[in-house]
């Protein structure tokens, strides 16, 4: 949660009908995920996983120029890493993401301003992206030392193909609305002032056919196509294992020299301010 602002959630939910609910994301100036986005994530997937009603799902944001900037680069690391496993049995972070890929009603992410890193994986982690075209995605994770954690690569190389996932994943560049639908990142781009509107449209008609229709055909699209759990475990493990070495706390510093985690400065051209970090002595050689 936003510091000093304890008793506030980060998802709203708003029942817009017993079949449809608009989750919106707040927290602090650039919507970072943090470990407390971690544990409210965990009990809205399980309210959504036990309602008897609802079909579908709306995630949208409260910050029109960030949808979710990343994961807090100043989190505290050994709550992370003290957390307990999910029903999956995986850390909760992906234990999550892979329990909302499978909840049974359609998740639709409506995204406007910037969606990298965690962010990224949020939102491949629902069934359905539709963008703004002021939108901006991106896994910049590589850039700064680190592997992603969240899955990126179990999911963008059955998403969008292995090169262009290689493309997003290596280059660590932000990629904008216009790119991302062409590589099948985001399913449409819209005009940014009709998003929510057309996205709002989109999920009344889902809430409208029967929820048992709709799960059952989820579930079994879900067996088509989804990446099995135990891909998500590695990345996990590797992110854990890059990001805690000691050579990026000088990237970090850079970062946040450059106005990281604040509305300015590095997070609204962060794909091109990590390209410019500090080389760790065996690429500067």
Do not use: C
């Amino acid at each position: 949660m936003a510091s000093g602002d304890a008793a506030k959630s980060q998802f709203v939910v708003d029942e817009m009908s017993p079949s449809y609910w608009r989750v919106t994301f707040e927290n602090g100036p650039v919507n970072l995920l943090d470990p407390d986005s971690v544990d409210e994530l965990a009990a809205l997937v399980t309210r959504i996983e036990q309602s008897p009603t609802v079909t579908v799902v709306v995630f949208d944001s409260a910050n029109p120029e960030y949808f979710m900037a990343h994961w807090d680069f100043t989190a505290d690391k050994a709550r992370v890493a003290a957390m307990q496993p999910g029903p999956t049995g995986l850390h909760p972070y992906v234990d999550n993401l892979i329990r909302l890929s499978k909840v049974p009603a359609v998740t639709i992410s409506s995204i406007r301003g910037r969606a990298r890193g965690a962010g990224s994986e949020f939102v491949l982690a629902t069934d359905i992206r539709f963008a703004g075209d002021r939108a901006v995605l991106g896994q910049f994770e590589v850039g700064v030392g680190a592997v992603p954690g969240g899955g990126p690569m179990a999911r963008l190389g059955r998403l969008v193909g292995r090169g262009r996932a290689a493309e997003i994943l290596f280059g660590g560049d932000d990629i904008p609305a216009a790119v991302a639908e062409r590589y099948g990142y985001v399913n449409r781009v819209l005009p940014d002032v009709g998003l929510a509107g057309y996205v709002d449209a989109f999920a009344r008609r889902i809430a409208g056919f029967d929820k048992d229709a709709v799960a059952s055909t989820k579930a079994l699209l879900d067996v088509a196509t989804l990446p099995p759990d135990d891909e998500f475990g590695p990345g996990l493990a590797a992110f854990f294992r890059t990001s805690a070495r000691p050579e990026n706390a000088v990237r970090a510093k850079a970062l946040f020299d450059n106005g990281l985690q604040t509305p300015t400065g590095a997070e609204q051209d962060l794909g091109r301010v990590v390209a410019t970090l500090p080389a760790t002595p065996e690429t500067a050689s």
